[in-house]
């Protein structure tokens, strides 16, 4: 019987194999055990047409889901293939990505790299029929980088899409559905015909396959309804090629699924241009298990699902299962293969640089192998395991598998730097890069190196732990990008004073984002922590305690530790409003309210703009500022101007008199509103923010790169006119905001929908995940170039260092992904499955990241490695801790051994030499009684020696006992332990 089933289960699969109509040319492509694969897989097999050769013979379509695309007229074939984008080929790009030259280097060349990992994945999907490889981009306007797909792909496919936020397009999803209905079936129906329409391919010749591709696309499209049914009904016994509302069934395996079919009905899709997510775990799925327990997003929870029951009396919230080595975030171009990984020799593994270097570089591959080594994360036990109808299996089982056990070893990372380092970071640094892990080596490849940290940071997101303790990292080809320059994190630390410690790690958790800004909210009303040179009195009456300052050596301290991470410093000094901590040291420049005719004692308003001495105090302010942060870009607030209290002040409204040509006209204060205030005081703070603009302007013209300030919306909602480099960031309003701020000539950042310090109940990540700086969905026409990106904000008003980087992370994650990937990558609940495993793998590193999904765990808390705290604080205080004299006082009953020998030393002589008398005393006794008596010689002597040995053991007892202090000091023992106990070296 044992034989029977495994014979007739064989035979049966040849009878269906050699009646199923399928070409000799095909059968031969599935040679070596792989031709059940060929039965199409909807949630496995993945066409890829950029990766994939398309012969004459070879017709069938790997995925079920994806239709083919039509893809645009392709420019003629360059002679090199360059990885980096340009940016005119690009849609919707943020950022140039330069073209680098052809260059051939002495240790690897990354065209030669790209075109071997082509080849390669060409070989291995038309071998490996069952192997998830890529899904292709379902964009009819696709771009192409030299035969490369802008967009992102993954291995492990997950055949469904999650919208959010509800926008379908019903008609495209009916279409798009009704092109996989066809491409499953009328390709092999129309055989004959698509071989003629479809001619072969040359391995390199990629623009000719797109082009047949497209052909194959417009046939398919036309359909050929009889023929498709016809064709199914021979494939699947019980196949539907059902569409309803977007949502249809794909028809899994035939080995198993007669009559079980992969039921997508009720799933929404959200229009992803075809980019697929990576499936969690793929290969621990338990395979022929139906998966009728799922994980899913439910628009406020992640929960568990169980199939068709989709609404439980009681919630059991659950967090996505854990995604093993998948990176933070998602590339723009990424192909990893599951089924090919290579193990770490944590022994001999190390980072090559092969050309340009720096300290930067030298110091990060010294860092990043250590988190590699050390704080790399286990592959994620998972208890649901053991749940009725649940298709997840034990993940220690697959580290028995060959594709571990006989893994060929990682141990040694070349990287390639083309240009010399510059210093600092800026708004035009090239942060692209190119990882490729191969059989034949491993290389980061950048332009600068800026590009090459991002790169280490993903590499290090490759490394997986498996069960067994080793280090894993798969096959994997990645060209990657910023689609936005500008990704930032907002702190305040006027609030809440924030240590230099906690900015560190709020550093620290920006590189593991590949975030680049740090955006400085340094002074505000309630404190003002910033040192002067200049004006030190400002922190020394402002700051919330003396101590609670930072110098210019801890600015110094942090703006390295952030160079060293590719992130700038951008310093925040909000005017003129926000400024009362300015008034505690500096009263005459502020304003003075009043209410009527009469001054508000103690009162003071923004900076007064009618004096000529503010501004000769700002210049002198602002001139030290630039010196100290050394960043372009400066944020001068302008948010929130309290101008009733403009309003009220007589010196104020002759300016705005003057302003308006009429500087005789009478000041009546009685009439003045204390509640409102009159359109014509704008001009004042026009007034006021163009003379500041401009004294900053000439500070700046010694500076190499000049001067960039950024400020708050308000400035625009007041049609406030400023030079047309000025940034404008929103914080109040939603795209239409954007496009005003655009038609006004600004550039544009965006920060309305990533306040984290709104906390919330519940899983509210993905709207922040959701929230786009350049959405069109509504109908704005915003051009992409002129938003420069977004921010993060964290305002401290009740954010203090016990919570600031358990509430900023993971949270701030999710607008870090929707800043650098491609605009394309929506999908919430594949984001989750990434996102878990980040969380994880952030808490390993030793940040202290808080909640993210819901129920979970973690299996390994971190510490720092980096060492660089030490090392980088060269200021006079660095906030640790610092003991300065810690005296030990041990009080125990009895006396201490140093008392017990000194003791022994003064009346224990007497003692001593009492034993000796005695032991030679015993000797002598013994020698004259016994004569030659050996035995009883012997007998004597022993005994000698063990009455010695009990008078020893009575004398150390004494000493560490109460028994000899009361034997020889019973006088005037309380006496003397009182005077202990007033000896001020024990106080």
Not at 145 to 158: H, N, R, S
Not at 625 to 643: A, K, N, R, S, T
Not at 878 to 907: D, P, S, T, W
């Amino acid at each position: 019987m044992k034989l029977f089933l495994p014979l007739l289960s064989t035979t049966i699969l040849l009878i269906k194999v050699t009646c199923d109509p399928i070409q000799q040319g095909q059968v031969n492509a599935l040679q070596g055990g792989q031709a059940q694969n060929a039965v199409l897989n909807g949630q496995n097999g993945i066409h890829d047409s950029e990766l994939n050769k398309v012969n004459n013979d070879q017709k069938l379509s790997n995925q079920g889901v994806a239709s083919v695309t039509k893809a645009p007229k392709r420019r003629k074939r360059k002679k090199h293939r360059n990885v980096s984008v340009p940016k005119e080929n690009i849609p919707n790009a943020g950022v140039r990505a330069p073209n680098p030259a052809d260059i051939k280097d002495p240790v690897f060349n990354v065209q030669d790299i790209v075109k071997k990992a082509k080849e390669d994945s060409l070989k291995e999907t038309t071998q490996n029929r069952g192997v998830p490889q890529v899904k292709m981009i379902q964009d009819v306007q696709q771009n192409k980088i030299e035969g490369i797909p802008v967009q992102a792909f993954t291995a492990d496919q997950k055949a469904k899409n999650v919208v959010v936020g509800g926008d379908i397009n019903n008609q495209n999803v009916v279409k798009e559905g009704n092109q996989a209905a066809n491409q499953i079936n009328g390709l092999q129906s129309q055989d004959s015909q698509n071989n003629a329409k479809v001619p072969a391919a040359n391995a390199n010749s990629y623009d000719q396959v797109a082009n047949n591709l497209n052909n194959v696309h417009q046939e398919v499209v036309r359909g050929n309804v009889e023929t498709n049914n016809q064709n199914q009904q021979q494939y699947n016994n019980n196949a539907n090629n059902n569409v309803n509302n977007a949502n249809f069934q794909v028809n899994n395996n035939n080995n198993f699924n007669n009559a079980n079919n992969n039921n997508f009905n009720n799933m929404n899709n959200n229009n992803n241009n075809g980019f697929v997510q990576p499936a969690v775990n793929a290969e621990s799925q338990r395979p022929g298990m139906k998966d009728s327990l799922k994980i899913v997003w439910d628009w406020s929870d992640f929960l568990i699902n169980y199939e068709t029951y989709v609404m439980p009396e009681q919630k059991n919230r659950r967090a996505p299962q854990a995604t093993t080595g998948e990176p933070w975030p998602m590339p723009q171009y990424y192909v990893a293969k599951a089924n090919k990984v290579y193990r770490i020799d944590k022994d001999k593994f190390r980072f090559n640089i092969v050309k340009e270097s720096c300290d930067i570089i030298e110091r990060a591959v010294e860092r990043y192998r250590d988190m590699i080594i050390e704080d790399t994360i286990m592959d994620m036990y998972n208890n649901l395991q053991h749940a009725q109808g649940t298709s997840i299996r034990d993940v220690s089982l697959k580290y028995n598998d060959d594709i571990y056990v006989k893994a060929e070893a990682v141990q040694v990372v070349n990287i390639k730097i083309r240009r010399p380092c510059t210093k600092f970071p800026n708004d035009q640094m090239d942060e692209s890069y190119d990882v490729f892990v191969k059989k034949s080596g491993s290389y980061i490849w950048a332009n600068e190196v800026w590009g090459a940290l991002r790169g280490l940071e993903t590499f290090s997101q490759l490394v997986f732990r498996g069960t067994d303790n080793v280090l894993y990292i798969k096959d994997t080809v990645i060209n990657d990008y910023p689609r936005f320059p500008h990704r930032g994190i907002h702190i305040d630390s006027s609030r809440h004073y924030v240590f230099k410690e906690v900015i560190y790690d709020v550093l620290e958790g920006m590189a593991q984002n590949k975030m680049n800004v740090m955006h400085w909210h340094i002074v505000d009303d309630q404190s003002f922590p910033y040192q002067s040179k200049a004006f030190p009195e400002l922190s020394e009456k402002g700051a919330y305690h003396p101590s609670f300052v930072y110098t210019p050596e801890d600015i110094a301290d942090i703006i390295e530790y952030a160079r060293m991470r590719g992130i700038r410093v951008m310093p925040e000094f909000d005017t003129p409003g926000h400024t009362y901590s300015w008034g505690l040291s500096h009263p005459e420049h502020m304003t003075q309210c009043y209410q009527g005719a009469h001054p508000v004692s103690g009162y003071l308003g923004p900076l007064d703009p009618s004096k000529n001495s503010t501004y000769r105090f700002l210049k002198t302010l602002f001139n030290e500022v630039l010196h100290v942060f050394p960043d372009q870009y400066i944020h001068l607030g302008g948010d929130e101007v309290p101008m009733t209290c403009w309003s009220s002040n007589p010196d104020v409204l002759k300016l705005l008199n003057q302003l308006n040509g009429k500087p005789n006209e009478p000041i009546n204060l009685q009439n003045v509103d204390p509640y409102m205030y009159s359109y014509d005081i704008r001009k004042v703070l026009e007034y006021y923010e163009q003379r500041l603009t401009q004294d900053i302007k000439d500070i700046a013209r010694n500076r190499k790169n000049g001067v960039r300030m950024v400020m708050w919306q308000e400035i625009m909602n007041n049609n406030i006119q400023l030079p047309n480099d000025t940034i404008i960031q929103i914080w109040q309003g939603d795209m239409g905001d954007v496009q005003r701020a655009i038609d006004m000539g600004y550039h544009a950042l965006y920060s309305t929908c990533w306040y984290l310090d709104l906390i919330e109940y519940g899983t509210k990540w993905p709207k922040y995940y959701m929230c786009d700086p350049a959405d069109t969905s509504m109908g704005y026409q915003i051009d992409e170039k002129k938003v420069l990106g977004g921010e993060a904000a964290l305002w401290a008003e009740y954010i203090d260092n016990e919570n600031l980087i358990s509430t900023l992370w993971p949270r701030a994650s999710a607008p870090a992904e929707r800043l650098w990937s491609s605009k394309d990558v929506r999908d919430v609940e594949a984001a989750g499955k990434r996102l878990q495993e980040h969380r994880c793998r952030m808490l390993s590193r030793g940040l202290t990241v808080g909640q993210i999904s819901g129920p979970d765990y973690c299996l390994r808390r971190g510490h720092r490695r980096d060492g660089e705290r030490v090392q980088n604080c060269t200021g006079s205080r660095c906030n640790l801790v610092q003991i300065e004299k810690f005296n030990f006082h041990v009080q125990q009953r009895g006396r201490g051994m140093a008392e017990c020998n000194q003791m022994l030393a003064q009346g224990g002589s007497m003692v001593t030499a009492l034993l000796l008398i005695l032991v030679l005393g015993a000797v002598i006794f013994s020698l004259k009684m016994s004569g030659t008596r050996i035995v009883q010689l012997k007998v004597c002597r022993n005994r000698s020696i063990f009455l010695s040995f009990i008078l020893l053991i009575v004398i150390y007892f004494m000493c560490y006992t109460s028994l000899w202090m009361q034997v020889q000091e019973f006088k005037g023992s309380f006496e003397k332990r009182i005077k202990s106990y007033s000896d001020p070296r024990y106080s």
